[in-house]
């Protein structure tokens, strides 16, 4: 998640009451938090199902295969809850 103010740039204050320390008139563009872990997924495989393709996920967000996901190659940076048939999981380094 990333937190815009259109370019405009931050007091010091209000970094800090974010819990952020950056310098003064930091552009807010440039302050970056990670989305919370529980919103941090992807359901994959959705009512049509997925076969025979391969899925890379360059994001550590979670990726959850349904039943109709099958016979795929998945690369994750993130974590693979695998509930398909015949998948091959690998870890790829971010």
Not at 13 to 31: C, F, H, R, V, Y
Not at 65 to 77: D, H, P, V, Y
């Amino acid at each position: 998640m990333v937190l815009m103010a259109v370019g405009l740039p931050v007091p010091a204050q209000q970094t800090k009451d974010l819990g952020l320390q950056l310098a003064e008139n930091t552009p807010m563009q440039s302050i970056v938090r990670p989305p919370p872990a529980a919103g941090n997924l992807l359901e994959c495989g959705g009512r049509h199902g997925l076969t025979n393709s391969t899925v890379k996920n360059y994001t550590s967000a979670k990726l959850v295969l349904n039943g109709r996901f099958r016979g795929c190659i998945i690369e994750s940076a993130g974590p693979v809850e695998d509930g398909g048939q015949d998948n091959r999981v690998t870890k790829l380094v971010p």
